[in-house]
């Protein structure tokens, strides 16, 4: 028995069929957390980011898994996935943003040597 599967459809431009858009259609997956079998449903790009991140951070996937579970502040373990993830990318990003600021900084302050 295969995932079930919710795909969203758009018009393609070149042709009059449907096709599905993957990364958009949401995946029911059976998995383990903490012992428990349960399933989640995800789009493949929260799915596939889960595991990088699982990765990245020296985990597996059922270990990342009961980590968000056990922090988690709603009720749905999809839901806290997603917000898991996107607080994953965003953190990283402000942190990217911040490091690039204080090296600009640093430049900036820097007096320019006038050749004597």
Do not use: C
């Not at 991140?53 to 270990?63: E, Y």
Request: no cysteine; hydrophobic share 40%; glycine share 6%.
């Amino acid at each position: 028995m295969g995932p079930e599967m919710t795909a969203h459809y758009h018009q393609d431009t070149g042709s009059s069929a449907a096709t599905p858009i993957r990364e958009f259609a949401v995946v029911k997956r059976s998995v383990i957390v903490s012992g428990q079998k349960t399933s989640v449903s995800l789009e493949d790009a929260f799915w596939s980011s889960l595991k990088d991140i699982a990765t990245r951070q020296g985990l597996s996937l059922s270990q990342q898994l009961a980590i968000i579970d056990a922090h988690r502040h709603t009720g749905n373990l999809s839901s806290a996935i997603r917000l898991y993830v996107l607080d994953y990318f965003r953190t990283r990003a402000t942190y990217s943003v911040m490091i690039g600021e204080r090296r600009f900084v640093a430049t900036q302050d820097i007096a320019p040597v006038s050749p004597a």
